[in-house]
C-alpha cells in the first residue's frame, strides 16, 4: 500500500473549473480519481494506465473532466471543467501498483492504495 497525497478541490460556481491532484509515494501501474456523493456509492470518473497513457472516462464526465499523469506516472491530475452541480462528491485518488484488465479499471476493489479525499463542491 502506498501513500497518496491529494491536493485542489474546493467549490465553484456551475460551469466553473478545478484542478485536482495526487502524488503516489511509489511506482504505479493504473491511476484513478473516484468520488462519492451522499448516500451514494463510490463510482469511478477516470483513470490512466501510466505506461501506455491510455484513459478511461466514466460517461457522465466524458469531455469535460481531462486525466494527465506527470512526475513519471507518481503524479495524476484531473482537470475539471463545466463543472456541474451533479458533480458534487467527495473525490478520491486511488492507485494500483499492479496491473489489471482495462475492463476492470472502475472497480473499487481494484486499488489497494487511496488518497485522504477532497470536497468538490459546485453550486450557485
Known amino acids: 500500500e502506498m501513500n497518496l497525497v491529494q491536493s485542489g478541490g474546493g467549490s465553484v460556481q456551475p460551469g466553473g473549473s478545478l484542478r485536482l491532484s495526487c502524488t503516489a509515494s511509489?511506482?504505479?501501474?493504473?491511476m484513478a480519481w473516484f468520488r462519492q456523493a451522499p448516500g451514494k456509492e463510490r463510482e469511478a470518473v477516470a483513470c490512466?494506465?501510466?505506461?501506455?497513457?491510455?484513459?478511461y472516462y466514466a460517461d457522465p464526465v466524458k469531455g469535460r473532466f481531462t486525466i494527465s499523469q506527470a512526475n513519471v506516472g507518481r503524479t495524476t491530475s484531473l482537470q475539471m471543467d463545466s463543472l456541474k452541480p451533479e458533480d458534487t462528491a467527495m473525490y478520491l485518488c486511488?492507485?494500483?501498483?499492479?496491473?489489471?484488465?482495462?475492463?476492470?479499471?472502475?472497480?473499487?476493489?481494484?486499488?489497494?492504495?487511496w488518497g485522504q479525499g477532497t470536497r468538490v463542491t459546485v453550486s450557485s
Open positions: 486511488a492507485a494500483s501498483s499492479s496491473p489489471m484488465f482495462d475492463v476492470d479499471w472502475w472497480e473499487v476493489r481494484r486499488y489497494e492504495s
Open positions: 490512466i494506465y501510466v505506461r501506455s497513457r491510455g484513459t
Open positions: 511509489g511506482d504505479t501501474y493504473v
